[in-house]
């Protein structure tokens, strides 16, 4: 998986479970905030933690789970292709 194929699978799940087919819509920008923008609120966060660990086959630890780690398409990019455990094209 490619990182461009890997933010398609977080905006069809964004779209499937969130937003209805306006993800895009709502994140605007891969670097703005989804917590200060209402993309996901910290349970959403927890269901996308446990959808990447099922998708993409990571163990994503707990003390991973910052802002600075998840709160934006940039950061989540960035952690999932620079973890140990990603599998996927870089």
Known sequence: MTRAELRKTIIDWLDDNYHFGEAEEKIQRD????LDHGVLDSLGFVQLVLFLEKTVKLKIER???KRENFDGMAKIL????????WKGAR
């Open 63 to 65: 003390k991973e789970l």
């Open 78 to 85: 960035d952690y999932v292709i620079k973890h140990p455990g």
């Open 31 to 34: 670097d703005r905030s989804w």
